[in-house]
């Protein structure tokens, strides 16, 4: 029990003190990449056209302390805010919450975390209608909202990884 109690707060003080440099680096991110606009004092004038971005599906990643980060994660109902690794493995789960595959850009984002009251521990206690936001290191925020919640045996990894035929075997039973 004690051994939990300080791994639950050790992550919860990394992740905090993570969250809040990975923040201040998406903000100097994104001052360096914004494109300054002309301000005009007439407003019959037109700014220019551009052209629609088109973004790279796969997360731009930042290093920090020795580690990958391809964001952060906020969910205000449990008033945390969390930064998300690359790449996952146990040693890192310890540290935050991790990307398991996929990509926001593509909408199939998988992020894993330890069931630490620090982590997604308070996960358990959603209802419905929670709001998750995840900023990537370029400042994009992807708004979502809890819609359903399944709970899964810990073997049914293939289909947290969107195994179709997984999923079937599942809603079959």
């Known amino acids: 029990f004690l051994f939990n109690q300080q791994e639950n ?4 003080q990394e992740s905090e003190h993570l969250a809040a440099e990975l923040q201040t680096v998406i903000e100097q991110r994104k001052q360096e990449t ?6 005009s ?5 037109t700014l ?10 796969e997360l731009p990643v930042v290093e920090m302390e020795g580690y ?12 945390l805010e969390l930064p998300v690794m690359s790449d996952w493995d146990y040693s890192r789960l310890k540290i935050s919450p991790c990307r398991q595959e996929g990509s926001s850009r593509t909408d199939d984002l998988v992020i894993a975390a330890h069931n630490y009251k620090t982590h997604f521990g308070g996960l358990k206690d959603f209802k419905g209608g929670e709001e998750i936001h995840f900023t990537d290191m370029d400042g ?7 819609t359903k919640i399944e ?3 810990p ?5 947290v990884l969107g195994d179709t035929a997984a999923l079937d075997a599942v809603q079959k039973l």
């Open 151 to 153: 709970k899964l045996n």
């Open 9 to 12: 707060q050790k992550a919860g």
């Open 34 to 39: 914004e494109p300054t606009l002309p301000i």
């Open 155 to 159: 073997q049914d990894v293939m289909v």
């Open 48 to 57: 220019p056209e551009t052209e629609p971005v088109v973004l790279d599906p």
């Open 41 to 45: 004092a007439e407003p019959e004038e």
């Open 68 to 79: 990958e980060y391809v964001g952060f994660l906020a969910i205000p109902s449990l008033e």
């Open 140 to 146: 994009i925020i992807n708004f979502y909202r809890v």
